[in-house]
């Protein structure tokens, strides 16, 4: 659900990215964009997911 945020170069950047833990060089080549873009796409993702992510964090925390 949280995904859903993302648009779909966002999705795409960090599944790759941290799901298959693949480097930023290696999604930049395989999708023929600019590496500034995987950054740009992982960032603006990280922003995206921030607020949905928190009270997720918290509970973690709590239940520890």
């Known amino acids: 659900a949280w995904m859903s945020v993302l648009d779909a170069g ?3 950047a960090m599944t ?3 799901i ?4 930023y ?3 930049a ?3 023929s964009i600019p590496i500034g ?3 740009w796409r992982v960032f603006n993702a990280k922003k995206k997911l921030a607020p ?4 997720y964090r918290h509970r ?3 239940a520890a």
């Open 10 to 12: 966002e999705r795409d």
């Open 16 to 18: 790759l990215r941290f």
């Open 20 to 23: 298959e833990q693949w480097e």
């Open 25 to 27: 060089h290696e999604i």
């Open 29 to 31: 080549a395989e999708k």
């Open 37 to 39: 873009t995987v950054q």
């Open 52 to 55: 949905h992510l928190a009270g």
């Open 60 to 62: 973690l925390r709590k």
